[in-house]
T-cell receptor
Framework: DTEVTQTPKHLVMGMTNKKSLKCEQHMGHRAMYWYKQKAKKPPELMFVYSYEKLSINESVPSRFSPECPNSSLLNLHLHALQPEDSALYLC?????????????FGNGTRLTVT | SQELEQSPQSLIVQEGKNLTINCTSSKTLYGLYWYKQKYGEGLIFLMMLQKGGEEKSHEKITAKLDEKKQQSSLHITASQPSHAGIYLCGAAASGNTGKLIFGQGTTLQVKP
């Protein structure tokens, strides 16, 4: 069982919908990440939060909006997505955003945009 | 930018056989991580290597980082069906950061 919990497991949304993905960890980790993974491809980094502050945005379109309400929670707000945004969205956390702190991943949210 | 190349892309082995997966970097690795993923699920952390020549083992899986810190191998001894999945190597994108980039992955099937 993963110690990083993501909800929902599956999400189907229309291009005009607004939805949110949620991620929670209680390991005391201070860095949290969003990754996007397309079928048969490796995960690609989207955002990094370190001590609840956004430290990296990998040029992600503004229709994806991250939020870190506290050190245990990470959200990804979705608005006006495109069908090509359909993917597995993975949340991860690590003790700190530093070398030597391995990332621990959740099981992901499978997103389908219709 | 740094790239990680994994080989082979896929592997089918008979249960009980040994196998090796390689991960090669275009630049010196600051840290090398091995993960396993089952289709449609999250990544499970296996091992982390940081020092040249370092070797770590867990159960039947051994990972090594070469002296030059540009190549790593993952070796599974006496494979079992439970070892099946996608193995991904990941590396720190630069310096002291947890930001990881990943290789393309190696899909392993173990035939009973």
């Amino acid at each position: 069982d993963t110690e990083v919990t993501q909800t929902p497991k599956h999400l189907v949304m229309g291009m005009t919908n607004k939805k949110s993905l949620k991620c929670e960890q209680h390991m005391g980790h201070r860095a949290m990440y969003w990754y996007k993974q397309k079928a048969k491809k490796p995960p690609e980094l989207m955002f990094v939060y370190s001590y609840e502050k956004l430290s990296i945005n990998e040029s992600v379109p503004s229709r994806f909006s991250p939020e870190c309400p506290n050190s245990s929670l990470l959200n990804l707000h979705l608005h006006a997505l495109q069908p090509e945004d359909s993917a597995l969205y993975l949340c991860a956390s690590s003790l700190e955003d530093s070398l030597g702190s391995p990332l621990h991943f959740g099981n992901g949210t499978r997103l389908t945009v219709t | 930018s740094q790239e990680l190349e994994q080989s082979p892309q896929s592997l089918i082995v008979q249960e009980g056989k040994n196998l090796t997966i390689n991960c090669t970097s275009s630049k010196t690795l600051y840290g090398l991580y091995w993960y396993k993923q089952k289709y449609g699920e999250g990544l499970i952390f296996l091992m982390m290597l940081q020092k040249g020549g370092e070797e770590k083992s867990h159960e039947k899986i051994t990972a090594k980082l070469d002296e030059k810190k540009q190549q790593s191998s993952l070796h599974i001894t006496a494979s079992q069906p439970s070892h099946a999945g996608i193995y991904l190597c990941g590396a720190a994108a630069s310096g002291n950061t947890g930001k990881l980039i990943f290789g393309q992955g190696t899909t392993l099937q173990v035939k009973p």
